[in-house]
């Protein structure tokens, strides 16, 4: 009885992260039937209507015989319709109608419509860096998104149109034009400090968290500029470099929210506050990333912190540490990144107008409501924690204090100095300093080391509190250009980080 099997290299998404999948498939005698093995989902299920009428629609043969189609490997689970263009040319390469010989040397990735087109599947920059990997010369995919495959070095890329140029492609009968180089994105026209009057204390806090990618929580009444702060964030940060450009890319083009060019800003997002905790860390069936991951190497803005639901705000709190997300589903596990900076925004009591004179309406039912929703441990976690007072009138008729072009040049050599400094560790600013890294990098005087100590003596600082400040105060000394910190630097950053009747005897 005459056998024939054919193999395809493609690749599924698991996270973010790509693993490559052999598609085998066998004709031989039998009753008319297409079947497909291998943990595949409801989408992968379905491709063999697509397969079927693709190939007819496209002029070739569909086999009237038994096909099976594996998956490979068996326990890897398998989503979405991107499997559909290998299932077409391994099915065409079993029936003689191309050559298996060539399928050997190529990968494909891409859905097929019912009239043979090759539509866009998001996750293309994931499957060229697999296609890298793996060793596999030639990446075929949708014309759509040829351009952002081609970002991966080391690979040829080819964008068809459909499933008979795709056939073309693998003999090698007609080439697609190498896909012509992805225009760099152009990055959105963010809104400039110099909109700002007064906030001095803000801005600076804010230059602060810029330079060394430091959490930030803004608190004060309704109108007095929270929201209008964190939004000009952006235009102070620095460009990403190419390898986190790359990895943001991934992820947005995962998400299906990028299909063409290299991401060079820094994400911005800026969630609902009725989000749920697997939107905001990741999660669903199957696994989606959620904004902290689509936030990587970017911002997370959490305006109205305290109308967040408690578990929500609490989900992020692996995250912040670990810079990572463990998401464990039905004894499977996905780590998505997570390494954000997080700015928040929050009223100090339910009306928003605590401590401004006799304004607020609040009971000690209602703020002790309201401190729940913020836990200790979340807020152990924000580096900087600044009150955003109402502006005086003559600060509103004054000109700006600063605008983003220069706070950004000021931001860009701290960064350049942290670069240097902590060439060949994890790290790559001084927010992303573990305990161990802090020590071997961060050189104190004297009086710095006094007032650190007396701060932590009295109780106003946890260990990570200290940790956190320490690596404030470094910051802090980047920007003023010195090697070591002083006892300043550590004054002003535990100004910034707790309420003034708390530090106040430290400065004594």
């Not at 559909?84 to 298996?100: E, F, I, M, N």
């Not at 810029?210 to 209008?228: S, Y």
């Not at 890319?249 to 989000?275: K, N, Q």
Request: charged residues 25%.
């Amino acid at each position: 009885m005459e056998v024939v099997l054919a193999r395809v290299t493609t690749f599924t998404i698991d996270g973010v992260e790509p693993r490559r999948v052999s598609v085998e498939v066998d004709i031989r005698a039998g009753l008319p039937a297409f079947t497909i093995v291998g943990l595949g989902d409801t989408a992968v299920r379905e491709s063999r209507e697509r397969v079927r009428a693709a190939i007819l629609n496209s002029g070739f043969e569909f086999p009237q015989r038994r096909i099976t189609a594996n998956l490979a490997p068996a326990y890897l689970r398998k989503a979405g319709p991107g499997f559909d263009a290998a299932l077409a040319l391994a099915v065409l390469g079993a029936s003689d109608q191309l050559p298996a010989r060539p399928l050997s040397a190529v990968a494909v990735f891409g859905e097929l419509s019912l009239s043979g087109g090759l539509r866009d599947a998001p996750g293309v920059l994931a499957v060229a860096e697999g296609a890298r990997l793996a060793g596999v010369p030639r990446l075929i995919v949708p014309r759509e998104r040829a351009r952002e495959a081609a970002l991966v070095d080391g690979l040829q890329v080819a964008g068809v149109g459909g499933l008979r140029d795709a056939v073309d492609a693998v003999t090698g009968a007609r080439l697609p034009p190498p896909p012509a180089p992805a225009a760099p994105s152009t990055r959105a026209e963010h809104l400039d400090l110099a909109e700002i009057r007064g906030h001095r204390v803000p801005l600076l806090a804010l230059e602060i968290a810029a330079a060394g990618g430091h959490n930030l929580l803004l608190e004060g009444p309704p109108g007095t500029g929270k929201t209008m702060l964190a939004r000009r964030l952006p235009s102070i940060l620095p460009p990403l470099t190419r390898p986190e450009a790359l990895e943001v890319t991934r992820i947005h083009s995962v998400a299906g929210l990028h299909s063409d060019g290299l991401i060079e800003g820094r994400p911005f997002r800026a969630p609902h506050h009725t989000i749920s905790a697997a939107g905001l860390v990741g999660g669903g069936s199957p696994p989606r990333p959620g904004e902290a991951s689509l936030a990587h190497h970017g911002v997370l803005f959490l305006d109205e912190l305290s109308e967040f639901q408690r578990p929500t705000l609490e989900a992020l709190r692996q995250p912040l540490e670990d810079g990572r997300v463990s998401i464990v589903r039905g004894q499977r596990s996905l780590v998505f990144p997570t390494r954000f900076m997080l700015v928040a925004a929050t009223n100090p009591c339910p009306c928003g107008y605590a401590g401004v004179g006799e304004r607020c309406s609040c009971g000690e039912s209602d703020l002790r409501r309201h401190q729940r929703r913020l836990s200790g441990p979340l807020l152990d976690r924000m580096d900087l924690l600044v009150t955003v007072a109402r502006p005086e009138e003559r600060e509103l008729r004054a000109g700006p204090t600063t605008d983003s072009a220069r706070t950004a040049a000021r931001v860009r050599d701290a960064r350049d100095r942290q670069r240097a400094r902590l060439a060949g560790s994890p790290a790559t600013c001084n927010g992303e300093l573990t305990a161990g890294q802090a020590r071997a990098f961060v050189r104190l005087e004297a009086e710095a080391e006094a007032v650190l100590g007396r701060a932590y003596a009295g109780g106003t600082l946890s260990a990570r509190g200290r940790h956190r400040v320490l690596r404030v105060a470094r910051t802090i000394a980047d920007l003023a250009g010195r090697s070591r910190v002083d006892g300043d630097d550590v004054l002003l950053a535990l100004s910034l980080r707790q309420r003034h009747s708390e530090w106040e005897a430290v400065a004594a």
